[in-house]
Protein backbone atom coordinates (compact mmCIF):
# COMPACT_ATOMS: atom_id res chain seq x y z
CA UNK A 1 0.00 0.00 0.00
CA UNK A 2 1.34 3.53 -1.05
CA UNK A 3 1.23 6.01 1.60
CA UNK A 4 2.62 9.59 1.66
CA UNK A 5 3.07 11.49 5.11
CA UNK A 6 4.27 15.07 5.28
CA UNK A 7 6.26 16.52 8.12
CA UNK A 8 7.60 19.84 8.71
CA UNK A 9 6.98 22.97 10.79
CA UNK A 10 3.55 24.69 10.83
CA UNK A 11 4.76 28.37 11.49
CA UNK A 12 7.37 29.62 9.95
CA UNK A 13 8.57 33.44 10.43
CA UNK A 14 8.68 35.61 6.78
CA UNK A 15 11.75 35.65 5.29
CA UNK A 16 12.87 32.47 6.67
CA UNK A 17 13.02 29.05 4.47
CA UNK A 18 10.29 26.59 4.60
CA UNK A 19 11.55 22.83 4.46
CA UNK A 20 9.02 19.90 4.77
CA UNK A 21 9.72 16.47 3.73
CA UNK A 22 7.28 14.07 2.26
CA UNK A 23 8.27 10.28 3.73
CA UNK A 24 6.61 7.41 1.04
CA UNK A 25 6.23 4.02 2.00
CA UNK A 26 4.93 0.88 0.00
CA UNK A 27 7.33 1.95 -3.31
CA UNK A 28 10.36 3.13 -4.02
CA UNK A 29 10.65 6.95 -4.92
CA UNK A 30 13.00 5.65 -7.76
CA UNK A 31 10.07 3.06 -9.51
CA UNK A 32 10.05 4.15 -13.08
CA UNK A 33 7.88 6.03 -14.34
CA UNK A 34 6.62 7.96 -10.98
CA UNK A 35 7.12 11.51 -10.41
CA UNK A 36 6.66 12.90 -6.53
CA UNK A 37 5.32 16.51 -6.65
CA UNK A 38 4.17 19.45 -4.13
CA UNK A 39 0.84 20.89 -3.74
CA UNK A 40 -0.20 23.35 -2.21
CA UNK A 41 -3.89 24.87 -1.37
CA UNK A 42 -4.08 28.87 -0.41
CA UNK A 43 -7.19 29.44 1.91
CA UNK A 44 -9.88 30.43 -0.23
CA UNK A 45 -7.99 29.40 -3.57
CA UNK A 46 -7.24 26.41 -6.13
CA UNK A 47 -4.36 23.91 -5.37
CA UNK A 48 -1.41 25.26 -6.92
CA UNK A 49 1.28 22.50 -8.55
CA UNK A 50 4.96 23.61 -7.18
CA UNK A 51 7.21 21.53 -8.48
CA UNK A 52 8.06 17.70 -8.66
CA UNK A 53 11.15 15.22 -8.82
CA UNK A 54 10.99 12.45 -10.89
CA UNK A 55 12.08 8.57 -10.38
CA UNK A 56 15.47 9.32 -12.17
CA UNK A 57 16.04 12.41 -9.69
CA UNK A 58 15.52 14.98 -12.93
CA UNK A 59 13.70 17.85 -11.18
CA UNK A 60 11.67 21.13 -12.16
CA UNK A 61 9.51 23.99 -10.28
CA UNK A 62 6.59 26.11 -11.42
CA UNK A 63 8.09 29.15 -12.80
CA UNK A 64 5.89 31.55 -10.42
CA UNK A 65 8.36 29.40 -7.70
CA UNK A 66 11.40 28.25 -9.51
CA UNK A 67 13.62 31.15 -8.02
CA UNK A 68 12.40 30.46 -4.40
CA UNK A 69 11.33 26.89 -4.50
CA UNK A 70 13.81 23.43 -4.55
CA UNK A 71 13.22 19.96 -4.58
CA UNK A 72 15.03 17.10 -3.62
CA UNK A 73 15.09 13.08 -2.22
CA UNK A 74 17.06 11.18 -0.07
CA UNK A 75 16.51 7.57 -1.54
CA UNK A 76 18.36 5.95 1.19
CA UNK A 77 15.16 7.10 3.15
CA UNK A 78 12.64 7.45 0.39
CA UNK A 79 11.96 10.70 1.00
CA UNK A 80 11.83 13.71 -0.97
CA UNK A 81 11.94 17.86 -0.05
CA UNK A 82 10.42 21.02 -0.66
CA UNK A 83 12.62 24.19 0.20
CA UNK A 84 10.80 27.55 -0.05
CA UNK A 85 12.91 30.38 0.68
CA UNK A 86 11.85 33.99 2.00
CA UNK A 87 8.38 32.77 2.64
CA UNK A 88 5.73 35.58 2.79
CA UNK A 89 1.92 36.12 4.55
CA UNK A 90 0.87 34.44 0.90
CA UNK A 91 2.99 30.94 1.52
CA UNK A 92 0.31 30.18 4.16
CA UNK A 93 -1.37 27.43 2.87
CA UNK A 94 -2.15 23.54 3.08
CA UNK A 95 0.78 21.90 1.72
CA UNK A 96 0.26 18.30 0.18
CA UNK A 97 2.83 15.89 -1.19
CA UNK A 98 1.67 13.63 -3.64
CA UNK A 99 2.54 10.87 -6.29
CA UNK A 100 1.93 10.73 -10.22
CA UNK A 101 2.66 8.70 -13.37
CA UNK A 102 4.38 10.10 -16.03
CA UNK A 103 2.28 10.54 -18.88
CA UNK A 104 -0.90 10.76 -16.83
CA UNK A 105 -2.90 13.85 -15.75
CA UNK A 106 -4.44 12.95 -12.53
CA UNK A 107 -2.22 11.76 -9.10
CA UNK A 108 -3.33 8.87 -7.76
CA UNK A 109 -1.72 8.97 -4.13
CA UNK A 110 -1.94 12.26 -2.10
CA UNK A 111 -0.41 12.80 1.48
CA UNK A 112 -2.72 13.83 4.31
CA UNK A 113 -1.31 17.46 3.90
CA UNK A 114 -0.13 19.26 6.23
CA UNK A 115 -0.67 23.48 7.46
CA UNK A 116 2.02 25.85 7.11
CA UNK A 117 1.26 29.24 8.54
CA UNK A 118 3.66 32.07 7.83
CA UNK A 119 3.83 34.75 10.94
CA UNK A 120 5.21 38.22 10.25
Known amino acids: QVQLQESGPGLVKSSQTLSLTCTVS??????????WSWVRQPPGKEPQWMGCIQYDGASGARPSFKSRASISRDTSKNQFTLQLSSVTAEDTAMYYCVRGEIGRDEYDYWGQGTQVTVSS
Open 26 to 35: GVSITTANYY
